[in-house]
């Protein structure tokens, strides 16, 4: 049922209906903050934090990470502050409470828990995640008794609500009840478990004044937080153009009338898509408003994790890091090769010759092999510095050759073009090998400089100035990719995937789109070439191959072909589970503690000399084939895709595309997509 716009917003003594919305969010975001809080290491890292001020010797970090550590801290809990003033006052009530419930147990709680499982690693507990959550979906769907757990929105426009000046009002009050009750719960249930710990001896006398300031800090702030989560709520809603006062109910007729008119041609998909920004709705945490929150969480933890990691999962940050930091140019490679098979349609199968490129640019210039091809003597001292303009250089060396690559190719399409790029990223890292004196042949080059920057120490074996580094270029692919998608140029590019005899007729280059798309796929592979070859110090060309173009292909089409946000999830899906599970099986497995060491055992009875390695391209096809199975449009595909995959009902009206979504048949593409 849903809840009524005119009850009251009374903070103490809320009437019903605000109380069971009371009741649902500050129950669903509490229980998974209590298991984080006291399961996991977050209670752990506040108190080593404060304890860090108030014994510096003692921290395992800086002084200036502490501070680090503070911000992220105040950032998490005010954000969750201001979001459970937001849900209650974006919830529309006509989901149920146990619906609610089971939905966050299973998609924050569960994963939580199985990190907790797993000795704290984040990779292996996230990959458990992706077995559990596929088998929560098939059981509520083919289970009778769990159907009620599937979302049943209200269809558009019926589901949209006209929101007056007065019942704004009222969901601004909600949502201070929701803050303000979310903080004096939490900080309750702290104080409560903070005192047994100190009775029991187990906390520091001096955290006890800590625990009173937070005490009344986190219901103060859960207030007016609150307000700040209700005020962002009320901005997406459907305003009416009255005051409140009788003329309402003609107005809402009215534009319920114009809005019924204008999504008539709106299959539900799209229109769901539309309104899912409107609230109050159904499901309040898939709004846009919801997913800002978890946006400013998401970058949170990636900025400050170099000095979160010591405290949630101990010792071995700096191989952690490490990792992650490959992972990085893995998702800068995913997203270039996404301009050019996702925005264009170009089936690009050598895209690892231009990270070889790149790699080999830095390589050569950043040690000193240029000095043995060239009469060009650089000061060994300046060489880390020549890492900042070389990376713009390398990039563009990089793009140049994307072009020569796409000059022949300009009349080749889906197979053909496949083949001859094939060709190409099996030609450039021979040619790499047989260069001796300019690229040393097989021994590869060695003493790559790092990159050198005011106030740093940078070296192979500091991964955090590599971590933020990486941070930099990937948020700077981002940028580009959106800005490029929602360009002329990028409107271009998708006309002549869908269809190049259209797309020409309509007036796009398709000379220049086409070179545009490999010169800007093969820039990005160039910055994340010089970038692994400063970080490893060193390039050899058998790291080169035609298997990792096939690697970064899959990356981009089980992330979401056309998907910025599906394809940095693809990216690092195939990573995590081609190089970080994978590769750690067989370590698990000789763990006598560990599930897989019976299950090895079992195996190595019946077939001696069975490793996990043996086996581990077989593994990641057959995880690859499942995942292609049941989500071919990808993990997070695009919203033209998606929609291209959801039948709409019979007899329903025809599909109303915007400019990024005009295909080349119909009115009026000409004027969308038109290049100069």
Known sequence: MAVPMHTSNRLFLPARDTRMLLIKWVVALIVPLAVFNFVWQGDALINNVILGFIN?????????????????IAIFYLTLLALAGYLVAADSGRRGVLEVWIDILIFTVVPILLIVATSNNLILGLALCGIVWPIYFILRRRIPFLSFLNPKSVPPPEGLRLIDSEQRAIMIGRARAGGFWFGTSFAVIWLFVDLIFFLSGQLPTELLVVTAIRTVLLPLGGYFLGQLGGMLAVRRTLAANGNGNGNHASEESS?????????????????????????????PLRSTGARNFFLILLVAFVVFYPVIDPFLFGSGTAGRLSGYNDAGYYVILALGLNI????????????VAFFAIGAYAWGIVGSTQLGFISPIHIPFNALSGLFWPMLLVTALIAAGWGVLLGAPTLRLRGDYLAIVTLGFGEIVPVVFLNLDTLTNGTNGIVGVHSPAFFGVFWSQITPIPYYYLILALIG???????????????RAWIAMREDEIAAASSGVNLVRTKLFAFGTGAFFSGLAGAYYSAKLGGVSPETFGFGDSVIYLAMVVIGGIGSIPGVI?????????????LNSLDTLASDP???????????????????FGNIRNLVFGIILIVIMIFRPAGLIPSARRRRELTRAPEGEAALELGSLDVTTTDPGFEAEVRIE
């Open 56 to 72: 510096p010797a003692s921290a395992p970090v800086t002084d200036g990470q502490l501070v680090e550590a503070v911000i992220f």
């Open 255 to 283: 534009l319920r009338s114009r809005r019924q008119k204008e999504r008539q041609i709106l299959a539900t998909s799209r229109a769901s898509e539309e309104t899912r920004a409107v609230v109050p709705n159904d499901l």
């Open 340 to 351: 050019v098979v996702g925005f264009a349609g170009l089936l690009d199968l050598g895209y």
């Open 476 to 490: 700077l692919t981002i940028f580009a990719n959106i800005r490029l998608r929602d360009s002329r140029l990028g």
């Open 569 to 581: 999830v693809g990216a690092l899906t195939v990573y995590s589970i081609n190089l970080f599970i």
């Open 593 to 611: 503690t560990n599930f897989l060491h019976s299950f090895d055992q079992f195996i190595v009875n019946i077939v001696p000399g069975f490793t």
